[in-house]
């Protein structure tokens, strides 16, 4: 199953993750930094599974991420 890997620690806060995939992501109110919704905390990380027909707009944010912390792996 696909799945989403961020590198949250690291976030700027850009907002190019949410424009692309809006239902995924969001900017918290906290801290300014983008949370991956629905997401699990792993080590220093967090990782959440999709269906394939989430890639396409995951892997949009993914590449217009500046600080390249969000990743779209396909098992």
């Known amino acids: 199953m696909p799945k989403i890997i961020h ?9 190019s993750c949410v424009e692309h995939a809006s239902d995924y992501w969001k900017i918290s109110n ?4 983008s949370c991956l919704l629905g997401a699990e ?8 599974s999709i269906s394939t027909v989430e890639i396409a707009a995951n892997k949009r944010a993914a590449q217009d991420c500046p600080v390249h912390i969000i990743h779209v792996v396909e098992d």
């Open 7 to 15: 590198y949250r620690e690291r976030c700027i806060g850009c907002n």
């Open 30 to 33: 906290a801290d300014g930094k």
């Open 41 to 48: 905390k792993k080590k220093d990380c967090f990782v959440r």
